[in-house]
């Protein structure tokens, strides 16, 4: 009789791509448009690199429901798409783990769309991690949050509210899940594109010439390719996207 296998799912937490609503603290060098196309080329490598996860169920959660009829026709048709229930982050973050949960899966790993280098490896490593008896899996960014955050269980208490004093979001929730005696994976450091310096290091990743391991990551480098490099304070002109958004 062959081995039972752990359902495994991974989210990907998708907002709309709309001006003014992505990326906000690229303002200093990135109009809102530039920023919403940037967001755009995020989210799609970022549906297309996961999808190749294997014996994996793709979700995106995405804010507001109202995009998901933009997502069904410009995403990967491997994700199902379903909104975000709740008015905070941390609130979407337990609703999205526990519809999985709900439908029975029994390892979850979920990652944002703001780091599109990210392998699929590093999502695949932190779901065989889950399915082999790990209680939780954390990676943190360069930024002292976290891109990639996975249960085998709802563990709602390890995004209510970060305590105060904490050195990071990271750090803090690491912290409570040891606190409960979580078995933790703890997958590599990784770029989370939020700031100036974070896109000047996202070029720097996307440089053939480093040789490092990371996702193709087309569209986002495509885009990268048709701005100028900018130094924080020296705003790109204009207010529309780079590229049209449908």
């Given at each position: 009789?062959?081995?039972s296998?752990?359902?495994r799912?991974?989210?990907?937490?998708?907002?709309?791509?709309?001006?003014?609503?992505?990326?906000?603290?690229?303002?200093?060098?990135?109009?809102?448009?530039v920023a919403?196309?940037l967001y755009?080329?995020?989210l799609?490598d970022?549906?297309e690199?996961?999808?190749?996860?294997?014996r994996?169920?793709?979700?995106a959660f995405?804010h507001?429901?109202?995009?998901?009829?933009w997502?069904r026709?410009?995403?990967?048709?491997r994700?199902?798409?379903?909104?975000q229930v709740?008015?905070?982050?941390?609130e979407?973050?337990?609703?999205a783990?526990?519809?999985l949960?709900r439908?029975g899966?029994?390892a979850?790993?979920?990652?944002?769309?703001d780091g599109?280098?990210?392998?699929?490896r590093?999502?695949?490593?932190?779901l065989d991690?889950l399915?082999r008896?790990?209680?939780?899996?954390?990676g943190?960014?360069?930024?002292?949050?976290f891109?990639?955050?996975?249960?085998t269980?709802?563990?709602?208490e390890?995004?209510?509210g970060a305590?105060?004093?904490a050195t990071?979001?990271?750090e803090?929730?690491l912290?409570r899940?040891?606190?409960l005696g979580?078995?933790?994976?703890e997958?590599p450091?990784?770029?989370?594109?939020e700031?100036?310096?974070d896109?000047a290091?996202l070029r720097?990743?996307?440089?053939?010439a480093?040789?490092i391991e990371r996702?193709?990551?087309e569209?986002?480098g495509?885009?990268?390719?048709t701005l100028?490099?900018l130094r924080p304070g020296?705003?790109?002109?204009?207010g529309g996207p780079a590229?049209?958004?449908?």
């Open positions: 009789m062959g081995e296998r752990v359902r799912a991974v989210i990907v937490m998708a907002k709309e791509p709309q001006p003014g609503r992505v990326l906000p603290r690229l303002a200093p060098v990135l109009s809102p448009g919403a196309a755009r080329a995020f799609l970022v549906l690199t996961t999808a190749a996860v294997p994996t169920d793709g979700f995405v507001p429901a109202a995009a998901i009829p997502l026709e410009n995403g990967s048709p994700y199902e798409l379903l909104p709740g008015a905070r982050l941390s979407r973050m337990i609703a783990f526990d519809e949960f439908r899966y029994g979850v790993v979920m990652r944002n769309a599109p280098t990210l392998p699929a590093i999502v695949a490593e932190a991690a399915e008896g790990r209680d939780f899996a954390l943190q960014d360069l930024g002292g949050g891109y990639l955050v996975g249960m269980r709802p563990h709602p390890l995004f209510r305590a105060a004093g990071s979001v990271g803090e929730t912290r899940a040891r606190s979580l078995a933790v994976h997958a450091r990784w770029l989370d594109v700031t100036p310096d896109l290091a720097d990743q996307l440089d053939p480093r040789r996702a193709l990551c569209r986002t495509a885009l990268l390719a100028p490099r020296a705003a790109l002109a204009g590229a049209p958004l449908p």
